[in-house]
């Protein structure tokens, strides 16, 4: 019987915590937000989750989940009676599971790794590397919607959450560098896509506006050339 | 008719996973070896985006990533259940099989490829990442409970290779002393049936990991071939 006791451990930027907030709000389930200081942990975190001090953690009842993509699927999972989030077909779970760990282990990486690039050689590099990565989202898309609105069909599915919880660092990224990720010209779909995924009632309001997060990235990049400098 | 094939290599831990599973379900499958310096153009037209085993073919449905694979075998064919019914079980299991993918693989990995000087900081991480999944197996005789589980089949590489791959080297890595619930998982996970009947031959693995790191150098090309295959995953998010 799903219970309401519900707590999510995050913090509002970070595109994981992101993720399980679309889940939760896809499937209208209450919840209590508990914002976490990563640079101070609180006792309640490390206790959540000892194996990787790290957020998101989910608290259901007195049950921690951890790790984004194992929460959102538990939370498919458990409230089964609510809108599906992974397709029902196991060959369309499997693509759909396969890009998410690619844009996890592969294509975010490259944002990670562009916070300390030293030289315009390796940033225009790596710039390259994510944009090929956006035209491969652009085919699976295309592939994956079969001409509805979403990756996941007629509604908002997995590789939706995935991929589109890092729409406002996509953006504020593009301020950084000068360069406009999703250009219409070269992955429409996306772009129509990425429009009506974050004007969706369960997503919007969820990433904190663009001018925010560019401040945030302010701070990442200067405490990355600080450690650098070391 | 099912047709179910893998593309495999045979010293390859991922490809072992996929095996196990295949195993515990009783599907009959066509087992495919490719030779890794000369990828056929079958395993680059089924995974075009990593070139990589394992690939698993369903009725002509390529199928890539081995932990995709599981999940996809465990959700297609339905007895002998690899991952637990209740979500909150199915979520631990799916945590700790990525703990071992993502963080006690590599380390073991790189243990094997240190130089002398790399050994004892390597070796230190490796301790660490055994001692976190000790205590989680704790009483229990596997990681997924009185059978086998997804957890286990993919620490395969804990429960055979790495036994057999660290005597040959002389490493002293995984110790029956330092982790003597691991070990004893280890046997038994070893004894199992459906590992068994896959289980690359002990004397094949010995001659194929040459002693290492005491100054002397390994077969290059081998060791270029294994770490195109098996560059350490990208860390946790």
Redesign the interface.
């Known amino acids: 019987m799903p219970t309401n006791d519900v707590k999510l451990l995050g913090a509002p930027a970070s595109q994981?915590v992101n993720r399980v907030q679309f889940a939760l709000n896809l499937k209208s389930i209450d919840y209590e937000f508990i914002p976490q200081n990563m640079r101070e942990k609180s006792e309640l975190l490390l206790k959540s989750n000892p194996?990787?001090k790290n957020i998101p953690v989910l608290l259901?009842g007195d049950?921690p989940?951890?790790?984004?993509?194992?929460?959102v699927?538990?939370i498919d999972?458990?409230w089964f009676d609510g809108p599906s989030i992974l397709p029902s077909d196991?060959?369309d779970?499997?693509i759909a599971?396969?890009w998410a760990?690619?844009i996890?282990?592969?294509w975010?990486?490259f944002f990670k790794e562009l916070t300390t690039a030293k030289d315009e050689e390796s940033k225009t590099a790596l710039v390259e590397k994510i944009l090929e990565g956006l035209k491969?989202f652009e085919d699976v898309f295309v592939k994956a919607s079969k001409g509805k609105c979403f990756f996941g069909g007629e509604t908002i599915g997995f590789l939706d959450i995935v991929l589109g919880c890092y729409l406002g660092w996509l953006k504020a990224w593009g301020i950084q560098l000068d360069v406009n990720f999703l250009d219409e010209s070269k992955t429409p779909a996306l772009v129509g896509w990425a429009e009506r995924f974050s004007s969706d009632k369960a997503i919007h309001g969820i990433i904190p506006e663009t001018e925010e997060l560019f401040r945030i990235l302010q701070i990442i990049l200067a405490r990355a050339a600080d450690a650098a400098s070391k | 008719m099912e047709e179910v094939k893998l593309f495999g290599y045979w010293v390859s831990p991922f490809c072992r996973s996929v095996e196990i599973a295949l195993n515990i379900k009783g599907i009959q499958y066509e087992y495919i070896e490719e030779d890794l310096t000369n990828k056929s153009p079958q395993l680059l037209q089924y995974n075009p985006v990593y070139k990589k085993i394992p690939v698993l073919l369903h009725n002509g449905k390529p199928i890539v990533e081995s932990m995709v694979i599981l999940e996809y075998i465990d959700e297609t064919w339905k007895n002998n259940p690899i991952l637990p019914e209740d979500p909150f079980e199915k979520a631990r299991a799916r945590f700790w099989a990525n703990f071992v993918d993502q963080k006690c693989f590599p380390a073991l990995w790189k243990t094997i490829w240190s130089t002398s000087e790399q050994y004892e900081q390597n070796k230190a991480e490796a301790l660490e990442r055994l001692k976190v999944l000790e205590n989680e197996l704790g009483g229990k005789r596997f990681f997924g409970g009185d059978s086998i589980g997804m957890v286990d089949i993919v620490a395969n590489f804990i429960g055979f290779s790495f036994r057999t791959i660290q005597e040959a080297l002389k490493l002293d890595v995984f110790t029956e002393d330092n982790f003597p619930k691991l070990w004893e998982w280890a046997e038994n996970f070893a004894n199992c049936s459906p590992v068994k009947k896959c289980l690359p031959p002990q004397d094949k693995l010995i001659a194929n990991f040459p002693p290492a790191y005491m100054g002397k150098t390994l077969v290059s090309s081998f060791q270029s071939r294994l770490q195109l295959q098996f560059h350490p995953p990208a860390a946790a998010k």
Do not use: G, N, T, W
């Open positions: 994981y194996v990787h259901h049950k989940i951890c790790d984004s993509l194992v929460i699927q538990y999972e458990f196991p060959y779970r499997a599971r396969f760990a690619y996890d282990d592969k975010i990486p491969l």
